[in-house]
């Protein structure tokens, strides 16, 4: 049962790691960055987040993005996807500023 458990793991992992769609972010210097998921609302459209940095070292965000009124809002972050959880941070939404990593997610979240 314990080889079973362990296989249905790494599929999983595979899965996830077969769906993560790679953007182009251009202020980024030294990391690339993969959306993992997305789901939310048209008007609010939330992301999971993949980061690897030059160093080899691999992070996951949860972000919530307000395209009508260009905002957008970390709701939690973790060195893995299975730490990434449900639980969300208290950051407030913040202005994104034209010419940023945030503005290019925004942009690829909200569709513009």
């Known amino acids: 049962m314990r080889r079973f458990a362990t296989l249905v793991g790494v599929i999983a992992s595979l899965a996830a790691w077969a769906d993560e769609t790679p953007l182009e972010i251009e202020s980024s210097?030294?990391?690339?960055?993969?959306?993992?998921?997305?789901?939310?609302?048209?008007?609010?459209?939330?992301m999971v987040l993949k980061r690897v940095r030059s160093?080899?070292?691999?992070?996951?965000s949860r972000n919530l993005y307000d395209c009508e009124a260009r905002?957008?809002?970390?709701?939690?972050?973790?060195?893995?996807?299975e730490a990434l959880g449900e639980e969300r941070q208290?950051?407030?939404?913040?202005?994104?500023?034209?010419?940023?990593?945030?503005?290019?997610?925004?942009?690829?979240a909200c569709g513009k």
Do not use: I
């Open 29 to 46: 210097t030294g990391s690339s960055y993969f959306v993992v998921e997305q789901g939310g609302t048209a008007e609010r459209p939330e």
């Open 71 to 81: 905002l957008a809002r970390q709701l939690n972050d973790a060195e893995s996807l």
């Open 55 to 60: 160093s080899g070292a691999t992070s996951y």
């Open 90 to 108: 208290e950051a407030e939404m913040a202005p994104v500023e034209e010419g940023t990593v945030s503005w290019q997610l925004w942009k690829h």
